[in-house]
């Protein structure tokens, strides 16, 4: 065997075999061409109870028969003959429920492999003979005749083992996701089987491989490696897990050294090892034993089958027991029994292939497993050589392992128990290893009987909590004791190291928004669905799931989670962050926010929150002056507010406040159903969601015509209210837009307010986008006549670039608050306590609200008025701007086309591709227009992934427009002209070919 040097470490490699080329097939999300369950075994049993539990047990009960005492050889059991032996009278409804569902074969079903069906009946590929193994019936070897004992026929897979499972669903994954791309190489460390595996599957895709082995693998196993037309590595055997010539860090390095042409595949800590087996191998026995598995026990190298297996069978039935076999001198068995630290264990030597780590992979779940069943390498071989004489099946170590497992815990759990197990390969594969004399006797391994007749040798350890339920409530009680003792829960050093990591993060935090402003990263980190995100976060050891019974994960845990958050967040401070109507962060509001986080006062009442609520009182006066006085300095005009969670909840408050005028009876016995209010048809949808949510109904919340700028028409208004009058019913509320959504339209207010004076309805100007213009001597003259409203709402967070959320509602009206919300809860509101009346809770329909109040009144103090107002200009400004931009491009080469013009800081536009110019929105035709509609969302898509910036797109199907550019400008204060027409080429460039 010649030798080879990889960064100067020598190791043995096999000869090459010959190099075939294969067709590439096209990669497929699917786990299996055919049904989980061809030709399903599936048996029917009493409801099991979880038997009593030992540790270092010797299983006692009977004899396991000889071959020749045997009335018939192990069946893999069907469906129909386990249904056959029970009357329908004898069945629960539930299992009735489960058995009919079982012989009804859908539509997916009768298209590939049906239960009973021939699998010779029509042709297949090979991908389809992974999976559906049958379930074999080896209850003989049960210590109680009242256990079952099953057994799924891994080595059934085509390539002979259950690694089929995991090397297709890994491949195909990291096809779909973009690591491995035609002409890469596949690099995979293995004991053995997912080196076949692998093989396999990647001479159905067409890729080269190498595989890396070690020397205790088989022969047969790597001759199977090699056939597939591959390369093999064979390592040392025994080395620690951090030596270079460890196989796993043999194909770490490998794909370290060549990034473009080598994709690894890391079975140990691949999420898609686990996520196989829970997505075909659960199911199948689910299905496979009519949901009556009690018990499921496997042994683990890389943990993926327990894991995997047992995460799906528990979500089916959570009183499941799962329990992991394990050779002496595996490091799961110190792992979990224990409790040594992954980065502690210490592993020792055996011989059995295919089972046990020197090391926790990544893809074992702890939390999965019940308990643990240890078993030696003689255990194993002897199951194996027992089950060749009695049962005419030659079966691999890990095989044995498990059936011996399986054995163990049948003498422990109580009758009718179903245990489920698997065979993961054949003995086919160790002929000179298991299967010879000679191998045995060098190695030291006896196989004559270890224990005494009618036992089964081995250790037998379940969790704490599976141990017995009163125990384990006895444990919660005195846990629950415990908890109260001492002087702090938690211990002083741990808040110590909690706090020097605020200190250490503050300044990250810092630098990421620098980063961020700065321009230069890319705005959306990596596009990804909510399936790779999960896959991301498990990879950067930060899961996002928050598992039951999870452990506390340590500060590098904690570190490694904030880092995964930033690392695949969309960086909202980037300039070409212009999807919403909230961008950036102002770093004075960003420390107003921090102060706030760490006061924690809850600004319902005066007396635990006395100077934030002061300054919710001095933030609310100033606005009312702003909108109701503005340039008269020391007039506070009388008014009522509060700052509120977001302008959708500020109109709401308008409209309380308005039914409360209209019906003050409707507090205690509810409205009429009579009210009905207006907005424009451009108005913010949170208009008719208050009005769905308050019961008004939203057929009740009408919509009124608009001008081609968007704005709501006052005469409509009149129109619409006069018809609803006419319908018998009342007018009461009519909604205005300061600055709408889509675009920046500013409604007719003095219009507006005529009506509403006419009609004696309450109106509101939602200003949370354009409202910002009152801060602006050059663009309130949009506001005219916002003075005439009854309420007026705005969101400093949007314009401004304060921290999410601040949003400001106030009323002229003074006491209107606590009339239509107060309950007086006498726990808070006391009248006989200390400044009693300076609390503003009974103001808000909510209990507790966060101190927003404290970000716009910092931030108002380092800005100052004149500060606000001419990031209010730039805005305007900046949007004006970019429409004189795509009116140059429209005029000169027409790859853009205005589509609607800047209004508040709104422009919004058409791309247009070179093969649909000249495109003219007067003239065009249909279909011009539907195929105008497809550019925006497949250019926002290639921005995406190009990390560029994002912008949002919709259409006005009121307005004959289709899917537009809509691009807004808040809080531009790190934004240029030159930022603007770069990413107007940019875009160009992108979508050329569209």
């Given amino acids: 065997m010649p030798a080879a040097t990889l960064n100067n470490v020598s190791i043995r490699l096999p000869t090459h075999a010959s190099l075939r080329v294969c067709q590439q097939i096209p990669a497929s999300g699917t786990l299996s061409g055919r049904a989980a369950v061809r030709g399903r075994g599936v048996v029917v049993l009493k409801s099991a109870t979880l038997g009593g539990v030992n540790r270092n047990v010797r299983a006692r009960s009977r004899v396991v028969p000889r071959a020749q005492a045997r009335a018939e050889p192990p069946r893999a059991v069907k469906q129909d003959a386990a249904i056959a032996d029970m009357a329908p009278t004898q069945l629960p409804i539930e299992q009735k429920q489960i058995l009919q569902a079982l012989t009804t074969k859908s539509s997916d079903e009768q298209e590939d492999f049906t239960a009973g069906s021939d699998p010779n009946a029509s042709p297949v590929s090979p991908q389809q003979l992974i999976g559906g193994t049958p379930i074999l019936d080896l209850s003989a070897y049960s210590l109680n005749p009242n256990v079952k004992i099953l057994a799924k026929t891994e080595y059934l897979n085509p390539s002979g083992s259950i690694k089929d499972r995991i090397a297709q669903h890994m491949i195909a994954n990291a096809e779909r996701t973009g690591r491995l791309r035609p002409g890469m190489t596949v690099v995979a460390a293995t004991s053995g089987n997912t080196g076949s595996a692998i093989a396999m599957t990647c001479a159905l895709r067409g890729y080269e491989y190498i595989v890396i082995t070690n020397e205790k693998t088989s022969k047969e196993k790597v001759d199977s490696m090699r056939a597939y037309g591959g390369e093999v590595m064979i390592s040392p055997s025994g080395v620690a897990p951090d030596d270079p010539l460890h196989y796993q860090n043999i194909e770490n390095r490998l794909c370290e050294e060549n990034p473009e042409t080598y994709y690894g595949v890391d079975q140990y800590n691949n999420p898609f090892n686990a996520e196989a087996y829970e997505a075909t191998l659960g199911p199948e026995i689910w299905k496979q034993t009519a949901g009556e598995v009690t018990h499921f026990i496997a042994g683990g190298s890389t943990g993926g089958t327990v894991s995997g297996t047992g995460r799906y069978l528990k979500s089916q039935n959570p009183k499941i027991r799962v329990l992991m076999a394990d050779p002496r001198g595996s490091v799961f068995w110190d792992h979990v029994v224990n409790g040594v630290a992954a980065e502690d264990v210490k592993g020792g030597s055996w011989e059995t292939e295919g089972v046990g780590k020197d090391s926790i992979p990544g893809c074992f779940d702890i939390n999965v497993v019940d308990g643990m069943v240890r078993a030696t390498d003689e255990h194993a071989f002897r199951t194996c050589r027992e089950v060749a004489a009695n049962d005419g099946l030659l079966i691999g170590g890990s095989s044995g392992l498990n059936l011996h497992a399986a054995r163990v815990l049948s003498g422990q759990v109580e009758d009718g128990a179903t245990i489920v197990t698997v065979l993961p390969d054949s003995g086919i594969k160790y002929l000179s290893k298991i299967y010879n004399d000679d191998w045995l006797s060098e190695m030291g391994v006896k196989t004559t009987a270890l224990c005494e007749e009618g036992q089964a040798c ?69 596009l990804q669905s909510p399936a790779e995100l999960a896959a991301t976060f498990l990879e950067a050891g930060a899961e996002l799931e928050l598992k039951q019974g999870a452990d506390p994960v340590d500060m590098d845990g904690i570190k490694r989670a904030v880092h995964a958050v930033m690392d695949n967040s969309v960086r909202s401070s980037h300039p070409l962050f212009l999807n919403q109507l909230y961008s950036g962060i102002d770093p004075v509001a960003l420390a107003a926010e921090w102060l706030a986080s760490t006061l924690n006062a809850n600004v319902h009442t005066f007396e635990v929150a006395p100077v934030l609520t002061e300054i919710e009182k001095a933030v609310l006066a100033k606005t009312a002056r702003m909108w109701l006085a503005p340039g008269l300095s020391g007039t506070t005009p009388s008014h009522d507010g509060l ?13 309380i406040v308005a039914r409360d005028k209209a019906e003050p009876e409707a507090r205690n016995k509810g409205h009429s159903g009579k009210l009905v209010a207006f907005c424009s048809e451009q108005s913010h949808y949170s208009y008719r969601k208050a009005a769905m949510v308050m019961g008004l109904g939203m057929d009740n919340m009408i919509k009124v015509a608009c001008d081609e700028n968007g704005a709501m028409i006052a005469a409509e208004l009149e129109k619409e209210v006069e018809a609803a009058k006419a319908r018998g019913m009342t007018p009461f509320y009519a909604g205005t837009t300061a600055g709408s959504t889509v675009l920046g339209a500013f409604d007719d207010f003095h219009g507006a307010a005529d009506v509403c004076q006419r009609h004696d309805m309450w109106m509101h100007v939602d200003g949370a986008w354009g409202g910002a213009a009152a801060l602006s001597q050059a663009q309130r003259k949009f506001l005219d006549g916002f003075e005439r409203a009854d309420s007026f709402c705005w969101n400093p967070h949007k314009m401004l670039g304060l921290p999410l959320q601040c949003s400001i509602f106030v009323t002229r009206h003074e006491g209107s608050l606590s009339k239509a919300n107060g309950v007086q809860a006498d726990y808070l509101f006391q009248p006989d306590k200390n400044n009693a009346g300076a609390d503003l809770g009974d103001r808000s329909i909510q209990c507790g609200r966060k101190a927003d109040a404290l970000k716009i009144w910092l931030s108002w103090k380092a800005r100052g008025d004149d500060g606000f107002g001419a990031l209010v200009d730039r805005a305007f400004g900046l949007a004006k701007t970019v429409e004189g931009f795509v009116r140059e491009k429209q005029e000169t080469d027409g790859s853009f086309v205005l589509a609607a013009h800047a209004q508040c800081a709104n422009v919004g536009f058409w791309y247009v591709p070179p093969r649909l110019r000249p495109f003219d929105p007067k003239t065009a035709t249909p279909t011009q227009f539907a195929e105008i509609g497809f550019v925006a969302p497949k250019l926002k898509d290639r921005m995406q992934r190009a990390g560029d910036a994002m912008i949002g797109f919709q259409p006005i199907d009121s307005m004959n427009k289709p899917n537009f550019f809509r691009l807004v400008l808040p809080n531009p204060r790190h934004l240029s002209k030159d930022n603007l027409r770069n990413m107007l080429d940019r875009m160009d460039e992108l979508g050329k070919d569209l």
Avoid: C, F
């Fill in 458 to 526: 081995g250790d037998l350890y379940w969790k704490p909590a599976i141990l017995d339920q009163d125990s384990a409530g006895n444990a919660a009680v005195a846990k629950a004791n415990a908890a109260t003792e001492g002087s702090d829960l938690w211990p002083e050093e741990q808040l110590d190291t909690e706090l020097a990591y605020l200190l250490e993060l503050a300044p990250q935090l810092a630098d990421y928004h620098k980063a961020s402003v700065s321009g230069k990263e890319r705005v959306h980190s990596r």
């Fill in 643 to 655: 700052i509120v969670p977001g302008g959708s909840l500020a109109n709401m408050y308008s409209m």
